[in-house]
Structure formats: structure tokens, C-alpha cells
């Protein structure tokens, strides 16, 4: 395996410029600041930008970690590409790295972030990174959202002339703040999530209120509860269906965050213009 080595100081846009760099260096995968990703999917490791301190976001991005070592060489044996992107800060922590994955003898070309781009385009990245804590990860949204459930990620798309293909692309890339950026983390409240939630299956055709919310948040995603009174008796399934979706759709569209399930329950239904007035059934 071949090694095309990034390296940059911190903030000056290394994850961002990854995608192209792979394609014009022919690195079949990249690992970054401790994910894998393969084709824009993450294959294995953990990202140090979830780690709650600088220190533990380095020890992370090194491999430290013997049993995340061992899960990167094990999807790096599964995918075997014939050349792998690595990013890092110095020659020093790219060489602690592939010591960590057993590649401290692979043939190493190393790229410098100054050949890619100008100073004025490195001066802004770090601008943006030390006032604004933005961090980029070279994948998907919606890739990035599976590992990265609780933080706001937003999508950003980079247009390059793909030498493979022989045209230009749009790759889409992800921004994230980590917990140890300047500038914190956001917290969402359950209360505020209970209230989108309601919100949205109220607006459905057919539901008439919603009597109870309950959010978990799990590492996989937040989880929804909500318990229904209904107006109608016809389609009762494919109503509550349509607020799963409704439900799942305007919470991931607000807040950004994963929802790894909705549950549905209805408690009651409305069976006349009496009943809806003077009670339930």
C-alpha cells in the first residue's frame, strides 16, 4: 500500500481540499483525524472532533487507542486499497499514525498543504476555524450524521475537476463544531424537541392532538415517543405512518439531528361530533 501523506497546520484546510487530493493522487480511501472513509462512506474509527478536550481530540487523531488502532487496520485489510490518504498536522504525527495501523514501512509521498493552496485561502480557513470552530469531515451529511448524533452538522459542497472521470464533480463534505471548540456546544432541550415533535404530527390530516412526548437521546440518534388522539377512524395505520415521517422530517430539518426512531401510539379516537365534545373513546 502506498501512503500519500497531507499534512498542514491545524485549521488550514486539509479536510476540505482531502477529497480532491485523493482523487488527483489516486488514494482509493482517507483516514482523517481518526475515521476511515472509503467511496464517502466511513468505514471504521472515531472521529477525535466527538472528543470533549484538545489532548484526547490529538490522542484520538494518533491512534492512541489500541482498540481503535486495530479497527482501522482491520477495515484497512477488508477494503485493501492500493493507496491511502492520511492527514495530519506534521511528518511526526503522520509517521505515529501508520506506525498505530503497522504502515511504518509503506512508501510515503508527502503533499504539503501550501502546494494546494494559496496563503490568503490557508489565512481564511484558520480564520474560520478559530471564530467560528467550524471543522470539516470528508464525507456526507448524511454519512456524518450516523457518528455525530446530538452535534449540528451541515453540508458544504466543493466543485473540482475530477481526473478520473475526466469532468468537473460536486462533493459534498460536512462541517461540524466539535465539543472542544472556542465557541462550545449547542444544546437542544428535550422540551423544545417534545414541542417540534407535537407540532408536526398535529399539522397531519386526521390527528387531532397529541397528549404525550417522550425524547431519548441514545448514541445512535434522539428517539421519539408520541401518543395521538385521532379524529377519524378510516386508515388509522397509514395516518400515523405519515406522522412518523412528518415527524422524523421536521425535527432532522430544524435541529440537524439524527432521529434514529419514531414510535407512534394512538391513545384515542374522536368516534362522533358528540364525542369530540363532550369525550373520548
Same mark, same amino acid.
Given at each position: 500500500m502506498i501512503v500519500?501523506?497531507l499534512?498542514g497546520s491545524?485549521?488550514?484546510?486539509k ?6 487530493v485523493?482523487?488527483r493522487?489516486l488514494?482509493?480511501?482517507i483516514?482523517?483525524?481518526?475515521l476511515l472513509?472509503v467511496?464517502?462512506?466511513?468505514v471504521?474509527g472515531?472521529s477525535?472532533?466527538r472528543e470533549?478536550?484538545?489532548m ?5 487523531a ?6 481503535h488502532a486495530q ?16 492527514l ?8 505515529k499514525?501508520?506506525a498505530a ?6 512508501p ?12 490568503s ?11 467560528e ?7 456526507p451529511?448524511?454519512e456524518?450524521?450516523k457518528? *455525530?448524533?446530538?452535534?449540528l452538522?451541515?453540508?458544504?459542497? *466543493?466543485i *473540482?475537476?475530477h481526473?478520473?472521470r475526466?469532468h468537473?464533480v460536486?462533493?459534498?463534505k460536512s462541517?461540524?463544531?466539535p465539543?472542544?471548540s472556542?465557541l462550545?456546544?449547542f444544546?437542544i432541550a428535550?422540551t423544545v424537541?417534545?414541542s417540534?415533535?407535537?407540532?408536526a404530527?398535529e399539522?397531519?390530516?386526521g390527528?387531532?392532538?397529541?397528549s404525550?412526548v417522550?425524547?431519548h ?5 434522539i428517539r421519539l415517543?408520541?401518543d395521538l ?6 386508515n388509522l395505520?397509514?395516518?400515523?405512518m405519515?406522522?412518523?415521517q412528518?415527524v ?12 434514529a426512531?419514531?414510535?407512534?401510539n394512538?391513545?384515542h379516537v374522536?368516534?362522533s361530533?358528540a364525542t369530540?365534545?363532550?369525550g373520548?373513546?
Amino acid at each position: 500500500m502506498i501512503v500519500i501523506a497531507l499534512i498542514g497546520s491545524s485549521g488550514s484546510g486539509k479536510s476540505h481540499r482531502a477529497s480532491m487530493v485523493a482523487d488527483r493522487y489516486l488514494a482509493d480511501a482517507i483516514l482523517d483525524d481518526g475515521l476511515l472513509i472509503v467511496d464517502g462512506r466511513i468505514v471504521a474509527g472515531h472521529s477525535a472532533k466527538r472528543e470533549v478536550t484538545r489532548m484526547a481530540a490529538v490522542k484520538r487523531a494518533i491512534l492512541l487507542d489500541p482498540e481503535h488502532a486495530q479497527d482501522i487496520r482491520q477495515a484497512l485489510a477488508q477494503s485493501d486499497p492500493s493507496r491511502l490518504l492520511v492527514l495530519g498536522t506534521s511528518r511526526n504525527m503522520v509517521t505515529k499514525i501508520l506506525a498505530a495501523i503497522d504502515l511504518q514501512e509503506a512508501p510515503i509521498e508527502w503533499v504539503t498543504i501550501e502546494q494546494l493552496a494559496s496563503a490568503s485561502d490557508i489565512e481564511t480557513a484558520k480564520r474560520e476555524r478559530t471564530q467560528e470552530g467550524k471543522h470539516v469531515i470528508p464525507a456526507p451529511t448524511l454519512e456524518v450524521r450516523k457518528t *455525530f448524533s446530538g452535534y449540528l452538522v451541515a453540508p458544504l459542497q *466543493f466543485i *473540482f475537476y475530477h481526473h478520473g472521470r475526466g469532468h468537473r464533480v460536486t462533493e459534498e463534505k460536512s462541517i461540524v463544531r466539535p465539543t472542544y471548540s472556542m465557541l462550545g456546544k449547542f444544546y437542544i432541550a428535550d422540551t423544545v424537541l417534545a414541542s417540534i415533535s407535537a407540532h408536526a404530527a398535529e399539522s397531519c390530516p386526521g390527528i387531532r392532538s397529541v397528549s404525550r412526548v417522550i425524547v431519548h437521546a441514545t448514541e445512535e440518534g434522539i428517539r421519539l415517543q408520541l401518543d395521538l388522539t385521532l379524529d377519524v377512524r378510516e386508515n388509522l395505520f397509514q395516518r400515523m405512518m405519515v406522522v412518523q415521517q412528518q415527524v422524523r422530517q421536521w425535527i432532522e430539518l430544524t435541529t440537524s439531528l439524527t432521529v434514529a426512531e419514531v414510535t407512534v401510539n394512538g391513545r384515542h379516537v374522536l368516534l362522533s361530533q358528540a364525542t369530540q365534545a363532550g369525550g373520548q373513546e
